[in-house]
């Protein structure tokens, strides 16, 4: 079963509150969006491998470090690409590669329209980006897209989740870990989060 991480930091916390606030306008939530992205990152990428390597100070030769695999990170649109500044200012080397999902509002089923992905995934650590994991369907779609690919080195990196949402995700993919900024009650009748934020791609790109 996959590890559910919920990031607990006063930063976050208070970022997240910002952007819950219904009156909080679209320039602060963006930033505020992509900031707690780059904190996020921060969680994520505490296990990542390293590998030594030397380098030359001004004053000596030093033993150092750089990341052992290569990192691409896939924001499922539009709410996804929120967060992609905030992680790509942490992991600036990071390739990205993009899935495009929109949510049949009825059913709540997510509808694919868009896929392009880097040449080298296959060999990469893929970070699936979403800032909302609400009924699982989009996070879980977006899996299967990659894993149809061969890609299978795959986290889920959300704001906020339910726990219907970490249920769906883990019993589709129980290989691919989940961390978030916040776990919210339950969905309300809409397929919206609640206490949630509303809709994240609306507020993001001023479409309501
Ligand atoms: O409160 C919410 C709930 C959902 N969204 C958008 O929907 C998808 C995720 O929904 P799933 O039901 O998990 O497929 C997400 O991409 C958001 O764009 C939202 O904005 N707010
Ligand atoms: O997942 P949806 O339907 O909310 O789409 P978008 O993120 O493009 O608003
Ligand atoms: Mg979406």
Known sequence: MSKVVVLNHPLIDHKMTIIRDKNTGSKQFRE?????GGLI???ISRDFETVP?????PVCRVDGFELAKKIVIV?????????????????????I???????????LQPHTYYAKFPTDIKESLVLV???MLATGGSASAAITILKDRGIYNIRYVGLVGTPEGIKKLQEDHPDVDIYLAALDSHL????????????????????K
């Open 75 to 95: 924001p499922i649109l539009r709410a996804g690409l929120g967060m992609v500044d905030g992680i790509h200012d942490m992991i600036p080397h990071a390739k």
């Open 188 to 207: 309300n009748e809409e397929g919206y989060i609640v206490p949630g934020l509303g809709d994240c791609g609306d507020r993001l790109f001023g479409t």
């Open 129 to 131: 980006v979403d800032p």
């Open 97 to 107: 590669g993009h899935i495009g999902l929109y949510r049949d509002e009825e059913t």
């Open 32 to 36: 505020s969006v992509s900031e707690i």
């Open 41 to 43: 990152t921060y969680e």
């Open 53 to 57: 390597k030397v380098v030359e100070s």
